[in-house]
């Protein structure tokens, strides 16, 4: 091939690349549309897939809960039979009256909030970013990480429904709209007590004039409100406002319920009822000098979005990881956070990549818990203490939290 042939073929081929970035720029949102369509089809597979589990938890007590609302209807909420808020019972009440597959109807619910999860952490970076791409990345490895798959579809638990309203919060305070983000908030307290890990958080963005002062009233009004059909079913008020102290005493012979942390580096059965008190104190004293340290740089520092984001999943990585009786599942929330910072930054990938593999390995151990465990939760928790200690530092580092 002679030079001027070859200086021929550089020239198409400059061409035929020109009309290929041409062609994907022109198409962006149709090449978009068309990748969230087939991650939302591969999820959907997977749940699919993981749907004819049966879990203990299931068996144990949810499906003695919605046999008790088949027989008794909605009276049935009188009884104490069931320990979670009664937000959820009604969703099982209502799972009960489509006349499906209990199980199924079930997890369908639990399936649909993590739409409804993948969507927001969406939102959430273009709120951030103004990047479509990005917000699609997102929504995709949220609807995609295995433990979100698995938390809903396998296991049937509802972390998503309380995680959506906790990530909506986060979306309408980074919108400056605070009475909804508390609203929000409120909800998501409504159907789980783990909720208020992330108060801190709050009182922070309140200091620092994000939130306004009544808005805290919604909290609490926002719970009532959730109690009272319970309460008119006949329920004694007082039990339904104390539902969520007999959750705290309902596993208070184990001082971690399989979630990595310092428990189990202690021992998860020593001395339990000394360290359930003085953990709590301990954890409380770390939270505040954390929030302490917060408070102190941001006296000199802008509160950017992505240093929103180190925040929260630090704030809630602490008290996870000195609290006792944290569950395994309880991590849910700051792992969606750990993957929006992710995207935000390349660098911190193998921060969500590594804690949902720690924390899978736990949910294998939930699911299998009658069969030798491979990786000792001692070298779990270490390497969930050598994660949040790098965020932390990341956090305090100027030049990692700037906004990019």
């Known amino acids: 091939m002679s030079l001027m042939d070859k200086e021929t073929d550089k020239k198409e081929n400059g061409k035929d690349n020109e009309k290929g970035i041409r062609f994907v720029g022109e198409n962006k949102d149709v090449i978009l549309i068309i990748m969230a369509s087939l991650a939302f089809i591969l999820g959907l597979v997977l749940r699919r897939a993981f749907m004819p589990y049966i879990s203990r938890d299931y068996s144990l007590f949810w499906e003695a ?18 320990d979670y808020a009664p937000s959820y019972l009604y969703l ?28 927001v952490s969406g939102l959430i970076i273009y709120e951030i970013k103004e990047s479509k791409t990005l917000a699609v990345m997102a929504g995709a490895i949220v609807w995609l990480s295995p433990v979100v798959i698995s938390n809903s579809s396998m296991w049937g638990q509802c972390d998503s429904i309380y995680t959506s309203f ?9 919108k400056d709209r605070s009475t909804p983000a508390m609203i929000f908030f409120g909800i998501a307290f409504a159907f789980k007590m783990q909720t ?13 004039k994000k939130t306004k002062t009544w808005e805290f009233v919604l909290i609490p009004a926002i719970y009532f409100i959730s109690i009272i059909p319970a ?3 006949g329920r004694p008020f007082t ?34 009822d000394w360290y359930s008190k003085t953990g709590i104190i301990f954890a409380v004293c770390v939270l505040l000098l954390f929030m302490t340290a917060v408070i102190l740089k941001l006296l000199n520092e802008k509160l950017t979005p992505s240093l929103l984001l ?11 990881y000195f609290l006792p009786q944290m569950h395994e599942r309880y991590g849910y929330f700051i792992e969606i956070i750990a993957i929006l910072i992710a995207v935000l930054n390349i660098r911190f990938f193998w921060v969500p ?24 939760f001692p070298v779990l928790s270490l390497a969930m203490l050598f994660i949040m200690m790098f965020m932390i530092y990341k956090t305090f580092s100027l030049q990692e939290t700037k906004q990019e």
């Open 166 to 174: 906790l990530l909506l919060t986060l979306l309408f305070i980074l």
């Open 353 to 376: 990549v590594t804690q949902i593999l720690v924390t899978f390995i736990t949910y294998g151990y939930y699911y299998n818990y009658d069969k030798e465990k491979l990786i000792p």
């Open 239 to 272: 039990q339904l406002l104390s539902i969520y102290f007999g959750q705290a005493e309902e596993y208070s012979e184990r001082l971690s319920l399989k979630y990595p942390n310092i428990y189990y580096i202690i021992g998860e059965f020593n001395l339990t």
């Open 92 to 119: 099982m009440w209502i799972t009960v009256k489509t006349g499906m597959n209990r199980m199924t109807a079930l997890k369908i619910i639990s399936i649909a909030f993590d739409v409804v999860c993948a969507a």
């Open 310 to 320: 180190m925040i929260v999943y630090c704030e809630g990585a602490l008290a996870l």
């Open 231 to 233: 309460w008119i079913a």
């Open 65 to 82: 809960w919605m046999n008790e609302l088949d027989v008794n209807g909605f009276k049935a909420l009188a009884g104490d039979f069931y």
């Open 196 to 208: 208020f890990l992330y108060l801190p958080v709050i009182i922070l963005l309140w200091l620092f």
